[in-house]
C-alpha cells in the first residue's frame, strides 16, 4: 500500500553537496520512522541516518556533522542533505519507512545512486 521514491542522486565532486529526497505514496499513514540507508559494491547495506515523526534524529558516526535529515509529515516527505561529501561516500542510497506495527516488514525505496569523484 505504501511506495517510496527518491530523487536527487548523482555525481558530485569531492567536497560537493547533494540534497535526497523521498516521496511516500499511499497508506502513508502507517509510517512511524523514516530514514536512509547506504550500499556500496560489496559492502553491506549500512543505516545513514534515521528520523522519528516527532523529530528526534540518529546519524552513522561517519555522516555527523556532514549530513542532515529532515521530514515534513504533512508532505510525506523525508530528506537528506548531503555537505562535504567523501569518495567513501559512494553507494546507492535507499529510503526506508518502518510500520507502527513493527512485526511487518519495513517499506523501501528502488535507491538512487550517489557517486563522489576525487
Known amino acids: 500500500q505504501v511506495q517510496l521514491v527518491e530523487s536527487g542522486g548523482g555525481l558530485v565532486q569531492t567536497g560537493g553537496s547533494l540534497r535526497l529526497s523521498c516521496a511516500a505514496s499511499g497508506s502513508s499513514g502507517s509510517i512511524n520512522a523514516m530514514g536512509w540507508y547506504r550500499q556500496a559494491p560489496g559492502k553491506e547495506r549500512e543505516l545513514v541516518a534515521s528520523?522519528?515523526?516527532?523529530?528526534?534524529?540518529n546519524y552513522a558516526d561517519s555522516v555527523k556533522g556532514r549530513f542532515t535529515i529532515s521530514r515534513d509529515n504533512a508532505k510525506d516527505m523525508v530528506y537528506l542533505q548531503m555537505n562535504s561529501l567523501k569518495p567513501e561516500d559512494t553507494a546507492v542510497y535507499y529510503c526506508?519507512?518502518?510500520?507502527?506495527?513493527?512485526?511487518?516488514?519495513?517499506?523501501w525505496g528502488q535507491g538512487t545512486q550517489v557517486t563522489v569523484s576525487s
Open positions: 526506508n519507512a518502518k510500520r507502527y506495527l513493527t512485526v511487518l516488514p519495513d517499506y
Open positions: 528520523i522519528t515523526r516527532g523529530g528526534s534524529t
